[in-house]
């Protein structure tokens, strides 16, 4: 088991940038990739990026260039950094491990509000 807690949301204007953090306690060894995820009112949670422990990383498409997802292995952190935010990224981000590569994403943190003003 692993226990995610996220940091970093708030409001911002359009164009704008936040830095969001996921400390994460536990079972750290066994994790093969940490994940953000997002959901908007109304929508689906999604996907947003994530990165193995070997540093491969992977963004959905339309955050592909305006966010970098990271990790610091020495603090069991992992940081997503949104730049060029727009309204459409309003939502809570929630932070998520996956401990084999063909396993769902689990492990949630509580999330954490990122509103987006235009």
């Known amino acids: 088991q692993v226990q995610l807690v996220e940091s970093g949301g708030g409001l911002v204007q359009a164009g704008g940038s936040l830095e969001l953090s996921c400390a994460a306690s536990?079972?750290?060894?066994?994790?093969?990739?940490m994940g953000w995820y997002r959901q908007a009112p109304g929508k689906q949670r999604e996907l947003v990026a994530y990165i193995t422990h070997s540093g491969n990383t992977m963004y959905q498409d339309s955050v592909q260039g305006r966010f970098t997802i990271s990790r610091d292995n020495a603090k069991n952190t992992v940081y997503l950094q949104m730049s060029t935010l727009k309204p459409e990224d309003t939502a809570v981000y929630y932070c998520a491990a996956r401990f084999e590569p063909w396993d769902d994403f689990g492990s949630w943190g509580q999330g954490t509000q990122v509103t987006v003003s235009s």
């Open positions: 536990g079972s750290i060894f066994s994790v093969n990739a």
